[in-house]
């Protein structure tokens, strides 16, 4: 069973505010290697990232109240992880939390990030170590999810996960495509304002098996946090390179996570779900030429209502009679800035809408962002609320 680390962390977040969440759904190009899936144009795809955290360091607008950075699962080159890492510490601000996914590793090299950034990741490598002395598996490939956390005292801290469920492995007779299942997941708790969140990656999110369900280890572990300290778990990022987004199982763990009759789960009632993705011009090998990447989502549980809106950059839907409210982006490579809600008990008005899209960006000209505007509405459509954009208040 998956290990449910805690972490303390101190963040300066705003009391009785909504905080901020940036999610980068940029391309991701993938070629098979004897490592693994590993990224085919590295300068090119570091091009794309360094606009993203320049993007950040400038905050045009409100962009300077961002609190999560989200990045797809698979795309940062390992070549590039100093940089990145030196970038977050030296010039963002800080309470800021950047998640991302680094390309295919050897477990040799996994295990010695973990080592290098031992004081916060020292509960994991004996987990690591367990199956490293259980058999041959130093040169497995290994899919890594890190969060780096700038804290309020402008300190620099690196968490590391591997990914618990195989990369395209179970699809595949070829033993070739293997890949080493991760042992742990952090729970993150902010200590100067309640604040509690989790960070996966991708196939993370579904069930494992019938023994094993990663889900439901969750919504325990949060049930848990809820009975000792009356907290709950108020978000989880899941960082994802899938080209099935709309595949039915995401729709049946979202119904059991926010919809389970079987007992009470008060820790995860309130819980915000953003699903962070590559765009659509985004490929993997030969395998997946066509294959649909691209809609990320920020999915509510049923107490919060969202207004029916329906444009060219994102739609508002139950994802087929599920018992929740998604927020679903297009397919194309766009940054989208949005508030992550409160709970309804600190603010009870049910007339006021709980999530904003504060911006979406595409790409323009010399490898800027420029503020996209989605079109007119259909006639037939509601309308919808004016996105606040990126330099308004």
Known sequence: MVRIIDKRLRLAYPL?????????????????????WRIADPEGQWRIIRSVLGLVDEGPGN??????????????????????????????????VTMFGLEHVRLRTY?????????????????????IDSGDVLDVPVNVGCVAVK????????????KTHPFRAEEFLDKYEDQYRGRHFYLFRNEATPFNFMVLVCLD?????????????????????????RQTLDALFVVQSNPKPEHRVYRDVLSGFYGEYLEDTPGVRDTVTVFGNCSGESV?????????????????????????????????DDFGGAPLCRLRFGAATRLYYLNL????????????????????????????????????RAPDEAAPATPLLVGER
């Not at 009785?16 to 693994?36: D, F, K, M, S, V």
């Not at 579904?206 to 325990?220: G, H, K, M, T």
């Open 151 to 162: 804290d309020a005292d402008g300190r620099l801290r690196v968490f590391l996960e591997a």
């Open 284 to 316: 993997m090998g030969e395998r997946d030429s066509g294959a649909t990447y691209g809609a990320s989502s920020v999915v509510l549980g049923p107490h919060h209502r969202l207004a029916p809106v329906r444009n060219e950059e994102y739609s508002v």
């Open 111 to 131: 295990r010695g990030l973990l080592e290098r950034f031992r004081s916060d990741n020292g509960e994991a490598i004996p987990l690591v170590d367990r199956d």
């Open 341 to 376: 809600p409160q709970h309804h008990e600190i603010d009870p008005r049910s007339s006021r809408i709980s999530l904003k899209v504060h911006a979406v960006l595409k790409p323009g000209p010399e490898g800027r962002w420029v503020v996209s505007r989605p079109g007119e």
């Open 63 to 96: 962009l300077k109240k961002l609190h999560f950075l989200m990045l797809p699962e698979s795309c940062v080159p390992i070549e590039r992880l100093d940089a990145l890492l030196d970038l977050v510490a030296t010039r963002f601000r800080p309470s800021t």
């Open 16 to 36: 009785g505010h909504h905080l901020h969440c940036l999610i980068a759904q940029i391309p991701n190009h993938l070629r098979r290697t004897q490592e693994g």
């Open 205 to 229: 999110y579904v069930y494992r098996n019938l023994y094993e369900s990663n889900i439901r280890a969750i919504i325990d572990h949060a049930n848990q946090l809820f009975f000792r300290s």
